[in-house]
Protein backbone atom coordinates (compact mmCIF):
# COMPACT_ATOMS: atom_id res chain seq x y z
CA UNK A 1 0.00 0.00 0.00
CA UNK A 2 2.96 2.52 1.01
CA UNK A 3 4.85 1.43 -1.71
CA UNK A 4 1.80 2.09 -3.90
CA UNK A 5 1.16 5.55 -2.77
CA UNK A 6 5.24 6.04 -3.12
CA UNK A 7 5.47 5.52 -6.74
CA UNK A 8 2.13 7.23 -7.62
CA UNK A 9 2.99 10.41 -5.16
CA UNK A 10 6.49 10.42 -4.43
CA UNK A 11 6.49 14.40 -3.40
CA UNK A 12 2.87 14.14 -1.58
CA UNK A 13 4.47 11.20 1.00
CA UNK A 14 7.93 13.13 1.50
CA UNK A 15 6.42 16.43 2.47
CA UNK A 16 3.38 14.96 4.06
CA UNK A 17 3.93 16.88 7.15
CA UNK A 18 4.53 20.13 5.85
CA UNK A 19 0.86 19.97 4.06
CA UNK A 20 -0.55 19.08 7.32
CA UNK A 21 0.92 21.86 8.93
CA UNK A 22 -0.33 23.77 5.58
CA UNK A 23 -4.17 22.32 6.01
CA UNK A 24 -4.12 23.53 9.82
CA UNK A 25 -2.78 26.92 8.79
CA UNK A 26 -5.74 27.48 5.92
CA UNK A 27 -8.35 26.47 8.54
CA UNK A 28 -7.08 28.78 11.25
CA UNK A 29 -7.08 31.67 8.53
CA UNK A 30 -10.28 31.05 7.37
CA UNK A 31 -11.96 30.38 10.49
CA UNK A 32 -10.18 33.22 12.23
CA UNK A 33 -11.03 35.78 9.11
CA UNK A 34 -14.30 34.70 8.33
CA UNK A 35 -15.55 35.27 11.60
CA UNK A 36 -13.98 38.16 12.14
CA UNK A 37 -15.46 39.81 8.66
CA UNK A 38 -18.66 38.23 9.65
CA UNK A 39 -18.47 39.95 12.97
CA UNK A 40 -18.07 43.11 10.84
CA UNK A 41 -20.02 42.52 8.15
CA UNK A 42 -23.25 41.93 9.59
CA UNK A 43 -23.04 44.61 11.82
CA UNK A 44 -22.39 47.01 8.68
CA UNK A 45 -25.09 45.18 6.43
CA UNK A 46 -27.50 45.44 8.87
CA UNK A 47 -26.61 49.27 9.15
CA UNK A 48 -27.02 49.43 5.31
CA UNK A 49 -30.18 48.03 5.31
CA UNK A 50 -31.59 50.45 7.92
CA UNK A 51 -30.35 53.33 6.64
CA UNK A 52 -31.37 52.94 3.29
CA UNK A 53 -34.31 55.11 2.12
CA UNK A 54 -37.47 53.62 3.61
CA UNK A 55 -35.38 51.97 6.14
CA UNK A 56 -36.11 51.72 9.73
CA UNK A 57 -33.92 54.30 10.82
CA UNK A 58 -33.03 55.99 7.73
CA UNK A 59 -30.10 58.24 7.06
CA UNK A 60 -28.63 59.20 4.03
CA UNK A 61 -25.39 60.23 5.40
CA UNK A 62 -24.49 57.18 6.57
CA UNK A 63 -25.96 55.19 4.59
CA UNK A 64 -24.32 56.71 1.52
CA UNK A 65 -20.97 56.86 3.36
CA UNK A 66 -20.57 53.37 4.63
CA UNK A 67 -21.59 52.67 1.15
CA UNK A 68 -18.84 54.05 -0.29
CA UNK A 69 -16.26 52.87 1.37
CA UNK A 70 -17.07 49.49 1.13
CA UNK A 71 -17.59 50.12 -2.63
CA UNK A 72 -13.58 51.36 -2.66
CA UNK A 73 -12.58 47.93 -0.83
CA UNK A 74 -14.72 46.08 -2.91
CA UNK A 75 -13.20 47.29 -6.35
CA UNK A 76 -9.77 46.80 -5.50
CA UNK A 77 -8.30 43.30 -6.57
CA UNK A 78 -6.99 41.30 -3.62
CA UNK A 79 -3.53 40.59 -5.13
CA UNK A 80 -3.36 44.78 -5.20
CA UNK A 81 -5.32 44.62 -1.94
CA UNK A 82 -2.88 42.39 -0.13
CA UNK A 83 0.24 44.52 -0.72
CA UNK A 84 -1.12 47.95 -0.63
CA UNK A 85 -2.36 47.76 3.05
CA UNK A 86 1.31 46.56 4.05
CA UNK A 87 1.71 49.35 6.33
CA UNK A 88 -1.77 48.48 8.29
CA UNK A 89 -1.09 45.13 8.56
CA UNK A 90 2.28 45.89 10.02
CA UNK A 91 0.53 48.21 12.14
CA UNK A 92 -2.03 45.92 13.34
CA UNK A 93 -0.43 42.40 14.10
CA UNK A 94 3.74 43.30 13.57
CA UNK A 95 4.51 41.26 10.21
CA UNK A 96 3.30 41.18 7.10
CA UNK A 97 4.16 37.42 6.19
CA UNK A 98 2.80 34.36 7.90
CA UNK A 99 -1.09 33.28 8.90
CA UNK A 100 -0.76 36.52 11.18
CA UNK A 101 0.34 38.63 8.32
CA UNK A 102 -2.48 37.28 6.07
CA UNK A 103 -5.14 37.87 7.96
CA UNK A 104 -5.34 41.42 8.01
CA UNK A 105 -5.91 41.69 4.03
CA UNK A 106 -7.98 38.58 4.29
CA UNK A 107 -10.43 40.53 6.82
CA UNK A 108 -9.98 43.89 4.93
CA UNK A 109 -10.98 41.77 1.57
CA UNK A 110 -13.69 39.45 2.68
CA UNK A 111 -15.64 42.08 5.29
CA UNK A 112 -17.10 44.42 2.33
CA UNK A 113 -18.07 41.24 0.36
CA UNK A 114 -20.02 39.99 3.81
CA UNK A 115 -21.27 43.35 4.25
CA UNK A 116 -22.91 43.44 0.82
CA UNK A 117 -24.50 39.92 0.99
CA UNK A 118 -25.83 40.67 4.54
CA UNK A 119 -27.43 43.56 3.27
CA UNK A 120 -28.77 41.95 -0.27
CA UNK A 121 -29.95 39.06 2.47
CA UNK A 122 -31.58 41.21 4.54
CA UNK A 123 -33.40 43.30 1.83
CA UNK A 124 -35.06 39.52 1.08
CA UNK A 125 -36.75 40.59 4.62
CA UNK A 126 -40.18 40.92 3.82
CA UNK A 127 -40.96 44.87 4.80
CA UNK A 128 -44.33 43.53 5.48
CA UNK A 129 -43.47 41.95 8.69
CA UNK A 130 -41.28 45.10 9.42
CA UNK A 131 -44.34 47.08 9.16
CA UNK A 132 -46.54 44.65 11.59
CA UNK A 133 -44.05 44.72 13.47
CA UNK A 134 -43.82 48.59 13.71
CA UNK A 135 -47.62 48.72 13.79
CA UNK A 136 -47.29 46.53 17.21
CA UNK A 137 -45.33 49.12 18.92
CA UNK A 138 -41.32 47.74 18.29
CA UNK A 139 -38.70 50.06 18.59
CA UNK A 140 -36.34 50.15 15.99
CA UNK A 141 -33.58 47.74 17.68
CA UNK A 142 -36.28 45.43 19.08
CA UNK A 143 -36.75 45.13 15.03
CA UNK A 144 -33.54 44.74 14.19
CA UNK A 145 -32.91 41.96 16.52
CA UNK A 146 -36.10 39.96 16.80
CA UNK A 147 -37.06 40.88 13.16
CA UNK A 148 -34.85 41.66 10.56
CA UNK A 149 -32.06 39.21 12.18
CA UNK A 150 -34.09 36.36 12.93
CA UNK A 151 -36.62 36.24 9.57
CA UNK A 152 -33.21 37.07 7.35
CA UNK A 153 -31.78 34.52 9.29
CA UNK A 154 -31.37 31.90 6.75
CA UNK A 155 -30.25 34.14 4.42
CA UNK A 156 -27.02 35.45 6.85
CA UNK A 157 -26.35 31.86 6.71
CA UNK A 158 -26.12 31.62 3.00
CA UNK A 159 -24.06 34.90 2.53
CA UNK A 160 -21.90 33.21 5.00
CA UNK A 161 -21.79 30.08 3.40
CA UNK A 162 -20.92 32.00 0.25
CA UNK A 163 -18.05 34.11 1.55
CA UNK A 164 -16.02 31.47 3.45
CA UNK A 165 -16.09 29.09 0.20
CA UNK A 166 -14.55 32.51 -1.48
CA UNK A 167 -12.37 32.99 1.58
CA UNK A 168 -10.67 29.57 0.85
CA UNK A 169 -9.81 31.20 -2.39
CA UNK A 170 -8.47 34.26 -1.35
CA UNK A 171 -6.26 32.34 1.46
CA UNK A 172 -4.77 30.79 -1.59
CA UNK A 173 -3.80 34.37 -3.28
CA UNK A 174 -2.74 35.25 0.20
CA UNK A 175 0.04 32.12 -0.12
CA UNK A 176 1.79 33.54 -3.06
CA UNK A 177 2.88 36.56 -1.10
CA UNK A 178 3.96 34.24 1.59
CA UNK A 179 1.21 34.40 3.96
CA UNK A 180 1.12 30.63 4.16
CA UNK A 181 -1.28 27.86 4.15
CA UNK A 182 -2.31 25.35 1.48
CA UNK A 183 -2.49 28.33 -1.74
CA UNK A 184 1.31 28.88 -0.34
CA UNK A 185 2.36 24.78 -0.18
CA UNK A 186 1.21 24.38 -3.34
CA UNK A 187 2.33 27.22 -5.57
CA UNK A 188 5.96 26.24 -3.56
CA UNK A 189 6.13 22.78 -4.25
CA UNK A 190 3.63 22.52 -7.19
CA UNK A 191 4.38 24.83 -9.18
CA UNK A 192 7.30 26.22 -8.79
CA UNK A 193 9.27 22.92 -7.97
CA UNK A 194 7.10 21.19 -10.71
CA UNK A 195 5.81 18.69 -8.68
CA UNK A 196 2.40 17.80 -10.01
CA UNK A 197 1.53 15.10 -7.62
CA UNK A 198 1.45 18.21 -4.82
CA UNK A 199 -0.81 19.94 -6.84
CA UNK A 200 -3.11 17.81 -7.51
CA UNK A 201 -3.70 16.37 -4.18
CA UNK A 202 -3.39 19.91 -2.68
CA UNK A 203 -6.49 20.72 -5.54
CA UNK A 204 -8.39 17.69 -3.89
CA UNK A 205 -7.91 18.89 -0.20
CA UNK A 206 -9.55 22.30 -1.29
CA UNK A 207 -12.22 20.90 -3.41
CA UNK A 208 -13.12 18.59 -0.20
CA UNK A 209 -12.93 21.81 1.84
CA UNK A 210 -15.39 24.01 0.05
CA UNK A 211 -17.83 20.73 -0.08
CA UNK A 212 -17.69 20.23 3.22
CA UNK A 213 -18.39 23.71 3.90
CA UNK A 214 -21.34 24.17 1.34
CA UNK A 215 -22.51 20.88 2.60
CA UNK A 216 -22.75 22.24 6.59
CA UNK A 217 -24.29 25.42 5.24
CA UNK A 218 -26.92 23.98 2.93
CA UNK A 219 -27.69 21.34 6.01
CA UNK A 220 -28.11 24.54 8.42
CA UNK A 221 -30.18 26.30 5.90
CA UNK A 222 -32.66 23.15 5.66
CA UNK A 223 -33.07 22.94 9.26
CA UNK A 224 -33.85 26.83 9.27
CA UNK A 225 -36.04 27.07 6.85
CA UNK A 226 -39.82 26.71 7.54
CA UNK B 1 -62.70 56.93 19.39
CA UNK B 2 -60.53 57.91 16.20
CA UNK B 3 -60.38 61.72 15.24
CA UNK B 4 -58.92 62.97 11.86
CA UNK B 5 -58.71 66.58 11.87
CA UNK B 6 -57.53 68.25 8.33
CA UNK B 7 -55.14 65.11 7.55
CA UNK B 8 -53.35 65.80 4.70
CA UNK B 9 -50.42 63.65 3.34
CA UNK B 10 -48.02 64.24 0.65
CA UNK B 11 -45.33 61.90 -1.16
CA UNK B 12 -42.79 64.63 -2.74
CA UNK B 13 -40.08 63.26 -4.96
CA UNK B 14 -37.75 65.59 -7.47
CA UNK B 15 -39.91 65.75 -10.37
CA UNK B 16 -43.83 66.02 -8.72
CA UNK B 17 -45.61 65.45 -5.74
CA UNK B 18 -48.48 63.27 -5.30
CA UNK B 19 -51.15 64.58 -3.13
CA UNK B 20 -52.61 60.92 -1.52
CA UNK B 21 -55.01 62.44 0.99
CA UNK B 22 -55.95 65.93 0.76
CA UNK B 23 -57.55 67.65 3.65
CA UNK B 24 -59.62 64.42 4.98
CA UNK B 25 -61.75 65.01 8.25
CA UNK B 26 -63.13 61.52 9.88
CA UNK B 27 -64.82 60.67 13.21
CA UNK B 28 -65.08 56.85 13.86
CA UNK B 29 -66.97 56.26 17.39
CA UNK B 30 -66.19 53.79 20.04
CA UNK B 31 -67.35 50.09 19.38
CA UNK B 32 -68.31 50.57 15.76
CA UNK B 33 -67.15 48.76 12.98
CA UNK B 34 -66.50 51.82 10.33
CA UNK B 35 -65.64 50.50 6.80
CA UNK B 36 -63.24 52.90 4.22
CA UNK B 37 -63.99 51.97 0.26
CA UNK B 38 -62.70 53.16 -2.61
CA UNK B 39 -60.63 52.15 -5.70
CA UNK B 40 -56.82 50.99 -5.58
CA UNK B 41 -54.98 54.24 -5.34
CA UNK B 42 -57.66 56.05 -3.61
CA UNK B 43 -56.00 56.50 -0.75
CA UNK B 44 -57.50 54.28 1.45
CA UNK B 45 -54.34 52.38 2.38
CA UNK B 46 -52.40 55.44 3.30
CA UNK B 47 -55.31 56.97 5.31
CA UNK B 48 -55.49 53.65 7.39
CA UNK B 49 -51.56 54.40 8.21
CA UNK B 50 -52.32 57.39 8.77
CA UNK B 51 -54.23 56.71 12.18
CA UNK B 52 -51.17 54.55 13.82
CA UNK B 53 -48.81 57.12 11.89
CA UNK B 54 -47.25 54.00 9.96
CA UNK B 55 -47.48 57.34 7.96
CA UNK B 56 -47.32 60.39 9.24
CA UNK B 57 -49.67 63.37 7.77
CA UNK B 58 -48.04 65.96 6.05
CA UNK B 59 -50.20 68.12 8.23
CA UNK B 60 -53.52 67.72 10.26
CA UNK B 61 -53.88 65.69 13.53
CA UNK B 62 -54.65 62.22 14.31
CA UNK B 63 -56.40 61.77 17.80
CA UNK B 64 -57.10 57.90 19.04
CA UNK B 65 -58.70 57.38 22.16
CA UNK B 66 -58.18 60.63 23.29
CA UNK B 67 -54.87 61.19 22.56
CA UNK B 68 -53.26 63.24 19.94
CA UNK B 69 -50.87 61.07 18.45
CA UNK B 70 -49.09 63.48 16.05
CA UNK B 71 -48.01 65.52 19.06
CA UNK B 72 -45.90 62.51 20.29
CA UNK B 73 -42.88 61.69 20.28
CA UNK B 74 -41.34 58.10 19.08
CA UNK B 75 -41.57 56.75 22.49
CA UNK B 76 -44.71 57.81 23.60
CA UNK B 77 -45.81 56.86 20.10
CA UNK B 78 -45.14 53.23 19.82
CA UNK B 79 -46.83 52.69 23.49
CA UNK B 80 -49.97 54.17 22.29
CA UNK B 81 -49.37 51.93 18.99
CA UNK B 82 -49.66 48.56 21.37
CA UNK B 83 -53.22 49.25 21.99
CA UNK B 84 -53.81 49.49 18.10
CA UNK B 85 -53.82 46.03 16.33
CA UNK B 86 -53.34 45.93 12.64
CA UNK B 87 -53.87 43.32 10.37
CA UNK B 88 -52.56 43.26 6.38
CA UNK B 89 -53.53 42.10 3.30
CA UNK B 90 -50.67 39.68 3.18
CA UNK B 91 -51.14 38.53 7.01
CA UNK B 92 -47.42 39.69 7.60
CA UNK B 93 -46.69 36.72 10.35
CA UNK B 94 -42.83 35.99 10.82
CA UNK B 95 -42.29 32.84 8.54
CA UNK B 96 -38.90 31.54 11.25
CA UNK B 97 -41.25 31.17 13.81
CA UNK B 98 -44.44 29.04 14.29
CA UNK B 99 -47.99 30.52 15.35
CA UNK B 100 -47.55 30.58 18.83
CA UNK B 101 -44.18 32.65 18.94
CA UNK B 102 -46.04 34.63 16.13
CA UNK B 103 -48.52 35.88 18.84
CA UNK B 104 -46.52 35.81 21.35
CA UNK B 105 -44.11 38.43 19.56
CA UNK B 106 -45.83 41.46 21.06
CA UNK B 107 -45.95 39.54 24.54
CA UNK B 108 -42.20 39.63 24.83
CA UNK B 109 -40.42 42.00 26.79
CA UNK B 110 -43.10 43.67 28.55
CA UNK B 111 -42.42 41.78 32.16
CA UNK B 112 -44.86 39.08 31.80
CA UNK B 113 -43.62 35.55 32.94
CA UNK B 114 -43.65 32.46 30.72
CA UNK B 115 -46.86 30.88 31.95
CA UNK B 116 -48.78 34.46 31.95
CA UNK B 117 -47.40 34.35 28.52
CA UNK B 118 -48.29 30.68 27.40
CA UNK B 119 -52.08 31.58 28.85
CA UNK B 120 -52.14 34.73 26.71
CA UNK B 121 -51.30 33.23 23.57
CA UNK B 122 -53.72 30.08 24.09
CA UNK B 123 -56.68 32.19 25.26
CA UNK B 124 -56.41 34.34 22.01
CA UNK B 125 -55.82 31.15 19.80
CA UNK B 126 -58.92 29.77 21.13
CA UNK B 127 -60.45 33.07 20.33
CA UNK B 128 -59.55 32.83 16.64
CA UNK B 129 -60.46 29.04 16.39
CA UNK B 130 -56.75 27.84 16.34
CA UNK B 131 -55.20 26.34 19.24
CA UNK B 132 -54.27 22.85 17.63
CA UNK B 133 -52.12 24.72 15.24
CA UNK B 134 -50.01 26.14 18.12
CA UNK B 135 -47.12 24.74 16.60
CA UNK B 136 -47.36 25.08 12.76
CA UNK B 137 -45.42 27.63 11.18
CA UNK B 138 -47.28 29.77 8.71
CA UNK B 139 -46.26 27.96 5.48
CA UNK B 140 -48.25 25.10 6.79
CA UNK B 141 -51.25 27.12 7.17
CA UNK B 142 -53.75 28.52 4.43
CA UNK B 143 -54.30 31.93 4.17
CA UNK B 144 -57.94 31.82 6.14
CA UNK B 145 -55.63 30.59 8.93
CA UNK B 146 -52.71 32.72 8.92
CA UNK B 147 -55.43 36.09 8.59
CA UNK B 148 -56.59 34.63 12.12
CA UNK B 149 -53.11 34.25 13.26
CA UNK B 150 -52.36 37.69 12.56
CA UNK B 151 -55.65 38.76 14.49
CA UNK B 152 -54.50 36.81 17.59
CA UNK B 153 -51.51 38.36 17.35
CA UNK B 154 -53.07 41.98 16.81
CA UNK B 155 -54.98 41.43 19.66
CA UNK B 156 -52.47 40.41 22.29
CA UNK B 157 -51.68 43.65 24.02
CA UNK B 158 -55.88 44.48 24.24
CA UNK B 159 -56.00 47.07 21.34
CA UNK B 160 -59.02 49.09 21.91
CA UNK B 161 -58.99 49.71 18.04
CA UNK B 162 -57.99 47.40 15.23
CA UNK B 163 -56.66 48.59 11.97
CA UNK B 164 -57.92 46.05 8.86
CA UNK B 165 -56.05 46.72 5.49
CA UNK B 166 -57.63 44.66 3.11
CA UNK B 167 -57.55 41.98 5.89
CA UNK B 168 -59.95 39.90 3.29
CA UNK B 169 -58.74 40.82 -0.40
CA UNK B 170 -56.29 37.70 -0.42
CA UNK B 171 -59.02 35.31 0.59
CA UNK B 172 -61.58 33.55 -1.24
CA UNK B 173 -65.15 34.30 -1.10
CA UNK B 174 -66.02 31.81 1.80
CA UNK B 175 -62.51 32.34 4.02
CA UNK B 176 -63.58 35.91 3.40
CA UNK B 177 -66.85 35.47 4.96
CA UNK B 178 -65.72 33.24 7.84
CA UNK B 179 -62.91 36.37 8.85
CA UNK B 180 -65.57 38.72 8.36
CA UNK B 181 -67.75 36.77 10.73
CA UNK B 182 -65.13 36.35 13.44
CA UNK B 183 -63.92 40.80 13.18
CA UNK B 184 -67.82 40.48 14.11
CA UNK B 185 -67.73 38.40 16.81
CA UNK B 186 -64.78 40.10 18.12
CA UNK B 187 -66.35 43.93 17.67
CA UNK B 188 -69.24 42.35 19.76
CA UNK B 189 -66.74 40.43 22.28
CA UNK B 190 -64.31 42.79 22.87
CA UNK B 191 -65.86 46.23 22.35
CA UNK B 192 -63.71 46.53 19.42
CA UNK B 193 -63.52 49.70 17.42
CA UNK B 194 -62.55 48.37 14.12
CA UNK B 195 -62.07 50.09 11.28
CA UNK B 196 -61.43 48.57 7.69
CA UNK B 197 -60.77 49.10 4.48
CA UNK B 198 -61.73 47.45 1.24
CA UNK B 199 -62.29 47.99 -2.49
CA UNK B 200 -65.19 45.27 -2.39
CA UNK B 201 -68.60 46.85 -1.37
CA UNK B 202 -69.35 43.11 -0.45
CA UNK B 203 -66.94 43.21 2.24
CA UNK B 204 -67.83 46.23 4.08
CA UNK B 205 -71.88 45.98 3.54
CA UNK B 206 -71.17 42.76 5.11
CA UNK B 207 -69.92 43.87 8.34
CA UNK B 208 -69.80 47.74 8.62
CA UNK B 209 -71.67 50.03 10.51
CA UNK B 210 -71.26 52.94 9.54
CA UNK B 211 -68.68 53.60 5.74
CA UNK B 212 -66.63 56.46 4.11
CA UNK B 213 -66.37 56.16 0.36
CA UNK B 214 -62.60 57.67 -0.81
CA UNK B 215 -62.00 58.91 -4.49
CA UNK B 216 -58.90 60.62 -5.29
CA UNK B 217 -57.45 61.34 -1.88
CA UNK B 218 -60.62 62.76 -0.36
CA UNK B 219 -63.38 61.38 1.34
CA UNK B 220 -66.73 61.91 -1.10
CA UNK B 221 -69.76 60.26 1.15
CA UNK B 222 -69.86 59.32 4.36
CA UNK B 223 -72.89 57.42 6.46
CA UNK B 224 -74.93 54.81 7.38
CA UNK B 225 -74.28 51.72 5.23
CA UNK B 226 -78.53 51.05 4.93
CA UNK B 227 -78.79 55.36 4.04
CA UNK B 228 -75.70 54.93 1.73
CA UNK B 229 -76.96 52.03 -0.05
CA UNK B 230 -80.30 53.00 -0.32
CA UNK B 231 -79.54 56.17 -1.46
CA UNK B 232 -76.09 56.58 -2.72
CA UNK B 233 -75.19 60.57 -4.11
CA UNK B 234 -71.48 60.75 -5.37
CA UNK B 235 -71.59 58.53 -8.84
CA UNK B 236 -68.44 56.05 -7.28
CA UNK B 237 -71.00 55.25 -4.37
CA UNK B 238 -73.38 54.47 -7.16
CA UNK B 239 -70.84 52.41 -9.49
CA UNK B 240 -69.90 50.49 -6.23
CA UNK B 241 -73.05 49.57 -5.33
CA UNK B 242 -74.10 48.52 -8.96
CA UNK B 243 -71.25 46.05 -8.99
CA UNK B 244 -72.10 44.46 -5.52
CA UNK B 245 -75.30 44.34 -5.97
CA UNK B 246 -75.20 42.91 -9.67
CA UNK B 247 -77.28 45.57 -11.50
CA UNK B 248 -75.21 44.82 -14.76
CA UNK B 249 -77.34 41.86 -15.40
CA UNK B 250 -80.20 44.38 -15.63
CA UNK B 251 -78.89 45.84 -18.95
CA UNK B 252 -78.29 42.04 -20.41
CA UNK B 253 -81.63 41.27 -19.79
CA UNK B 254 -83.13 44.34 -21.02
CA UNK B 255 -80.74 44.38 -24.02
CA UNK B 256 -81.03 40.99 -24.67
CA UNK B 257 -85.35 40.22 -24.60
CA UNK B 258 -86.74 40.54 -27.63
CA UNK B 259 -89.77 40.42 -25.89
CA UNK B 260 -89.04 43.94 -24.27
CA UNK B 261 -86.93 45.76 -27.25
CA UNK B 262 -90.70 45.32 -29.00
CA UNK B 263 -92.62 46.76 -26.11
CA UNK B 264 -96.36 48.08 -27.24
CA UNK B 265 -97.03 51.64 -26.88
CA UNK B 266 -98.45 51.54 -23.54
CA UNK B 267 -96.06 49.23 -22.08
CA UNK B 268 -93.64 50.46 -19.44
CA UNK B 269 -90.67 49.44 -17.89
CA UNK B 270 -89.42 50.74 -14.66
CA UNK B 271 -87.08 50.03 -11.77
CA UNK B 272 -88.09 50.00 -8.36
CA UNK B 273 -86.37 50.66 -5.72
CA UNK B 274 -87.60 49.90 -1.73
CA UNK B 275 -85.61 50.19 1.32
CA UNK B 276 -86.69 48.39 5.08
CA UNK B 277 -90.15 47.17 5.62
CA UNK B 278 -91.89 47.89 2.18
CA UNK B 279 -91.66 44.68 0.78
CA UNK B 280 -92.16 45.35 -3.02
CA UNK B 281 -93.67 41.85 -4.07
CA UNK B 282 -96.84 42.81 -1.87
CA UNK B 283 -96.89 46.33 -3.44
CA UNK B 284 -96.71 44.98 -6.84
CA UNK B 285 -99.81 42.14 -5.98
CA UNK B 286 -101.74 45.26 -4.63
CA UNK B 287 -101.35 47.62 -8.18
CA UNK B 288 -102.02 45.14 -9.83
CA UNK B 289 -105.39 44.16 -8.53
CA UNK B 290 -106.41 47.65 -7.37
CA UNK B 291 -105.82 49.87 -10.68
CA UNK B 292 -106.15 46.36 -13.25
CA UNK B 293 -102.50 46.06 -15.06
CA UNK B 294 -100.22 43.48 -15.46
CA UNK B 295 -97.14 43.98 -13.71
CA UNK B 296 -94.62 41.19 -13.93
CA UNK B 297 -90.63 41.25 -12.41
CA UNK B 298 -88.08 40.53 -15.08
CA UNK B 299 -85.00 40.95 -12.39
CA UNK B 300 -85.16 41.24 -8.57
CA UNK B 301 -82.36 41.65 -5.74
CA UNK B 302 -83.39 42.24 -2.40
CA UNK B 303 -79.98 42.22 -0.25
CA UNK B 304 -80.17 42.15 3.51
CA UNK B 305 -77.60 45.03 4.88
CA UNK B 306 -77.01 45.44 8.50
CA UNK B 307 -80.90 43.50 8.77
CA UNK B 308 -82.40 45.88 6.16
CA UNK B 309 -83.88 45.01 3.48
CA UNK B 310 -82.75 46.96 0.20
CA UNK B 311 -84.18 45.76 -3.02
CA UNK B 312 -84.37 46.55 -6.60
CA UNK B 313 -87.21 45.07 -9.06
CA UNK B 314 -87.31 45.76 -12.48
CA UNK B 315 -90.86 45.23 -13.59
CA UNK B 316 -92.82 45.13 -16.89
CA UNK B 317 -96.16 47.01 -16.56
CA UNK B 318 -98.62 45.84 -19.29
CA UNK B 319 -102.39 47.68 -19.78
CA UNK B 320 -103.78 51.24 -20.14
CA UNK B 321 -100.92 53.48 -19.85
CA UNK B 322 -103.30 55.91 -17.96
CA UNK B 323 -103.59 53.14 -15.26
CA UNK B 324 -100.31 52.41 -15.13
CA UNK B 325 -98.93 55.98 -14.42
CA UNK B 326 -101.52 56.14 -11.72
CA UNK B 327 -100.22 53.00 -10.40
CA UNK B 328 -96.61 54.72 -10.21
CA UNK B 329 -97.75 57.59 -8.74
CA UNK B 330 -99.36 55.00 -5.95
CA UNK B 331 -95.85 53.71 -5.69
CA UNK B 332 -93.96 56.80 -5.51
CA UNK B 333 -96.34 58.22 -2.52
CA UNK B 334 -95.80 54.72 -0.76
CA UNK B 335 -91.92 55.90 -0.34
CA UNK B 336 -90.72 53.62 -3.40
CA UNK B 337 -88.39 55.04 -6.14
CA UNK B 338 -89.66 54.91 -9.39
CA UNK B 339 -87.47 54.79 -12.53
CA UNK B 340 -88.94 54.44 -15.55
CA UNK B 341 -86.57 53.02 -18.02
CA UNK B 342 -88.81 52.28 -21.04
CA UNK B 343 -91.94 53.89 -22.20
CA UNK B 344 -94.24 54.59 -25.09
CA UNK B 345 -91.86 52.22 -26.93
CA UNK B 346 -88.82 54.69 -26.45
CA UNK B 347 -85.99 52.97 -23.80
CA UNK B 348 -85.28 55.95 -22.07
CA UNK B 349 -81.84 55.34 -20.77
CA UNK B 350 -79.06 55.67 -23.01
CA UNK B 351 -75.46 54.85 -21.88
CA UNK B 352 -75.07 58.36 -20.73
CA UNK B 353 -78.24 57.81 -18.63
CA UNK B 354 -77.18 54.69 -16.76
CA UNK B 355 -75.31 56.01 -14.38
CA UNK B 356 -77.88 57.67 -13.15
CA UNK B 357 -80.32 54.91 -13.69
CA UNK B 358 -78.34 51.92 -11.64
CA UNK B 359 -78.82 54.07 -8.76
Not at chain 1, 55 to 77: C, D, H, M, Q, W
Not at chain 1, 190 to 201: A, E, H, L, S, W
Not at chain 2, 156 to 176: G, H, W, Y
Not at chain 2, 194 to 212: F, G, W, Y
Amino acid sequence: MMELLNSLMPNVIELFPDMVKSLKETLIMVSVSGLVSAALGIPIGVTLVVTREGGILENKVVYTAVGKVINIFRSIPFVILLTAIIPITRFLVGTTIGIKGAMVPLIFGSTPAVSRQIESALLKVDPGVIEAAKSMGSSPLEIIFRVILIEGLPGIVYALTITTVSLIGFTAVAGTVGGGGLGDFAIRYGYQYFKTDVMIVTIIILLLLVNFVQTVGELLLKKLNH
Amino acid sequence: MILLQDVKKSYFSKNNTVHALKKVNLHIRRGEIFGIIGYSGAGKSTLIRCINLLERPTSGKVFVNGIELTSLSEKELRKSREKIGMIFQHFNLMNSRNVFKNVAYPLRGKGLSKDEIRDRVFSLLELVGLKDKAYSYPSQLSGGQKQRVAIARALANDPEVLLCDEATSALDPQTTQSILRLLKDINEKLNLTIVLISHQMEVVKEICNRIAVMENGEIVEEGNIVDIFSNPKANITREFIASAMHYDKIYEILDRDPFIRDLSKDDVVAKISFVGQNTGQAFISKISIEYRIHASILFGNVESIQGVPVGNLIVHFTGENEKIQRAIKYLEDSGIKVEVIKSDGVIEFSDAKRNRAIS
